[in-house]
């Protein structure tokens, strides 16, 4: 991890990440003890891992990166999406919301409140997604779409 990346990441820790990251876990468990909420499960875990060390790593539809479709990307992920909304992806994105807020009312804190907002639109639909490193090429080769 580069230098810029590694000081970027252990502020991010410090500025509300290390909670946010936990939420996510506490989300993971609970979809986890109620086994119908088991496909959401490694998701969540996914992406605690990504709020945990947001910087050097992106967040990218899976269609787009394979350039293929899958059980995620299709209508069983947007039905997947919507009970994930209702049951645990309002609460964590309020979450990185009023971090956001929190963080912004600061200078300094403007590029991690950027990155809660871009973590509380993941948490709203985060079936289809994958995280990859910024550096990555699609297996594909193509350019990604944004």
Do not use: E
């Amino acid at each position: 991890m580069p230098l810029l990346q590694l000081i970027l990441n252990i502020l991010w820790i410090v500025t509300g990440g290390i909670w946010m990251a936990f939420a996510w876990v506490i989300a993971a468990l609970i979809m986890a003890i109620t086994i119908i909420g088991l496909p959401w499960t490694r998701a969540a875990l996914n992406i605690a891992a990504y709020s945990l060390l947001p910087f050097g790593q992106r967040a990218v539809s899976r269609r787009d990166w394979t350039g293929r479709d899958d059980l995620g990307t299709g209508a069983f992920g947007t039905l997947g999406n919507i009970l994930w909304l209702v049951l645990a992806g309002w609460w964590l994105a309020l979450g990185h919301v009023v971090t956001a807020v929190a963080l912004a009312i600061t200078i300094i804190g403007l590029p991690f409140a950027w990155a809660h907002l871009k973590l509380a639109g993941i948490a709203l639909w985060p079936i289809g997604k994958m995280i990859v490193p910024n550096d990555a090429v699609p297996p594909s080769g193509r350019p990604m779409r944004w």
